[in-house]
């Protein structure tokens, strides 16, 4: 623990509020605080410009200044500075918009003790440095923000939401694989993550991106613990993945970097513990690589380490084109719910992989055009409707869409902003953001990538009434049949297409009904809605394990 005091600037006018602060931070003998108060905005700025400040404590409601705007202008000076914003229960609405903007946390008067105080005090103290580090990443950041709007706006329990804001257990492993030049050996970065490990194992997807790093992870697996409850999946939240561009690995380098990676994570995976399946730059060959070495470890064949396996290694029908599949269900009941004919809609999707493709198949034979696709090599527009037959083809033969002959090329950023009805995004995070959300010409956005939308689009979109199918649910097809794998893993029996398919129906449909109820009744956007869905289930779950010890 630090021995330096901490230097917290106190922005409050209420004399009662200033003196109960001072007393509950002066009481503490380790840490130590320096409390510093002043009662104005303007007074606060001065202090603060004139350094010195570890966090800042900031009341919204002050002489000079009131809500929001009070937050927003200190954010502007004190980027890099921990703010908690200090709120009274009727402002509490305020309070939420300020996390969303960039306050590390709330903190309600009239709840506020020593512990919970201070305890914000250190977690933010935590985070930021954390975020400054290896866990730095927008995906993370717009995890958190998620998750404590949603908090915010369930009256989550203060213990539950801090215990929840960063993953159980975190291994990150530097591994060394030889490239097909025998002489030459690469050392580059993996990681596992595990939000949660209360409800059963944990399950998450594993990809290889030259962006990965342990923030990008993290929030994934958040996402997949949110994703699992809202499913009502019998698992926590996990993902893994490897620093590295799959493209330019030969099929044999793939092979090896795999099987090092899984031999670094053995320890924290089983069919009992944490079961990866594929993600980005990851499919079922990689997982068949990930299965052997695993069951080479153990002396004999564990199919049920993974899913998204090869079907003649217990791989189920239909988890292949389950994301797609899935959200093509939910796409669906969107429309109904919005009035939106699927018959001649038109489709533009970013991101032509597993779930970009599948779903560009999916929602043409609900007889809907799709005129629009892209990849990280090119975007391509045919305002008829593209032959998702002869695009495929080509994919197949040259990896990418660069070269197809027969559509115009567009870039990504016009992909996004095309006139269409449905506009999937289906390859990275944070791609619709508060710079483009207003030039969409869209009427819903189906959301197959993790984390494609910012916050501040959110909010855009909700105001220009695009409707947003957010990706807890929208991509839950995946995880979904990947359970049903799972169960059939363990069961060492096989459910036949058809039934995979009826099940994955019924989950997602009775998802997105729960989702919409709860969003209608307590007047919230979608993407909250499913999110307090899947946080209610986790936090009922842990509270009716308790604690250990
Ligand atoms: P994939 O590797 O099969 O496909 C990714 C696609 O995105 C590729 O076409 C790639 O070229 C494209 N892409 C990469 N960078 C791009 C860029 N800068 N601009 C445009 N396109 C780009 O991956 P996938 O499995 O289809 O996953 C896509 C998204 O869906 C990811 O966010 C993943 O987390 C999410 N997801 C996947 C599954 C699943 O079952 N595979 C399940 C849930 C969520």
Redesign the pocket.
């Known amino acids: 623990m630090r021995d330096a005091p901490i230097r917290i600037l106190l922005v409050e006018d209420n004399p009662v509020h200033q003196r109960m602060i001072r007393g509950l931070l002066e009481e503490s003998r380790r840490p130590r605080y320096e409390v510093d108060v002043v009662d104005r905005l303007s007074s606060g700025l001065d202090r603060f410009r004139a350094g010195a400040v570890d966090l800042v404590l900031l009341d919204l409601i002050l002489p000079d200044s009131e809500g929001i705007e009070t937050f927003l202008r200190f954010f502007s000076l004190a980027r890099s500075t921990p703010i908690v914003v200090l709120t009274s229960l009727d402002d509490s609405g305020t309070a939420a918009r300020a996390v969303e903007a960039g306050a590390q946390d709330y903190l309600l008067k009239a709840r506020m003790d020593s512990s919970v105080l201070m305890r914000s005090i250190r977690y933010a103290l935590e985070r930021t440095r954390a975020r400054s580090m290896e866990w730095s990443s927008p995906a993370f950041r717009l995890a958190h923000q998620q998750f404590l709007k949603a908090a915010q706006l369930m009256d989550l329990d203060d213990n539950v939401r801090q215990r929840l804001v960063f993953p159980a257990r975190a291994q990150l492993v530097s591994l060394p694989f030889r490239r097909d030049r025998y002489d030459v050996v690469e050392t580059v970065f993996g990681y596992r993550v595990q939000h949660i490990l209360t409800m059963g194992p944990t399950k998450g ?1 594993v ?1 290889y991106h030259p962006e990965v790093g342990l923030g990008e992870v993290a929030a ?1 697996a958040m996402w997949m613990t949110w994703k699992c409850g809202l499913m009502r999946l019998p698992f926590g939240g996990a993902k893994g993945g490897i620093r590295i561009d799959p493209s330019e690995l030969s099929r044999s380098e793939l092979q090896r970097v795999t099987r090092r990676y899984t031999a670094e994570i053995v320890d924290m995976i089983g069919p009992d513990r944490d079961i990866p ?5 990851t ?1 079922e060959q990689v997982m068949a690589w990930m299965m052997d070495t695993y069951s080479q470890q153990h002396g004999h064949a564990v199919p049920a380490v993974v899913t ?1 396996k090869p079907i003649e290694l217990g791989g189920s029908p239909g988890r292949k084109e ?2 797609g599949r899935g959200l093509v269900y939910l796409i669906r009941e969107a429309a109904r719910h919005i009035g939106l004919p699927l018959q001649g809609a038109t489709v533009a999707i ?7 493709s599948n779903a560009a198949h999916f929602v043409q034979q609900l007889g809907a055009r799709v005129v629009a696709v ?4 090119t975007g391509l527009y045919a305002p008829d409707g593209l032959d998702l037959g002869d695009l495929r083809h080509h994919t197949e033969l040259h990896r ?1 869409l660069r070269g197809y002959p027969r559509a115009e090329r567009i870039s ?1 950023e016009e992909l996004l902003e095309i006139d269409c009805d449905i506009l999937i995004p ?4 944070n791609q619709i953001t508060a710079e483009n959300a207003e030039r969409l010409r869209c009427k819903m956005v189906a959301e ?3 984390g ?1 939308t910012s916050l501040e689009a959110d909010q855009i979109l909700a105001e220009r009434d695009i409707f947003v199918l957010p ?1 807890v649910l929208g ?1 839950a097809g ?2 979904t049949v990947s359970y049903f794998e799972w169960v059939q893993g363990m069961q060492n029996w096989i459910w036949t297409l058809e039934e995979v398919n009826r099940r994955l129906e019924q989950v997602l449909v009775d998802a997105f009904n729960r989702s919409m109820a709860r969003a209608e009744r307590d007047n919230i956007d979608l993407r909250a809605a499913a999110l307090i869905e899947g946080i209610e289930r986790v936090t009922g779950a842990m509270l009716s394990r308790g604690l250990f010890p």
């Open positions: 997807g990809r994934l399946a594929p993600d980005m730059g499919d998204g389950a994301t970013q991101g032509f992989g597993n779930v970009g892209s990849d990280v090599s990418v990504n289906a390859a990275l995070e197959g990538a993790n494609p990706d991509n995946g995880v």
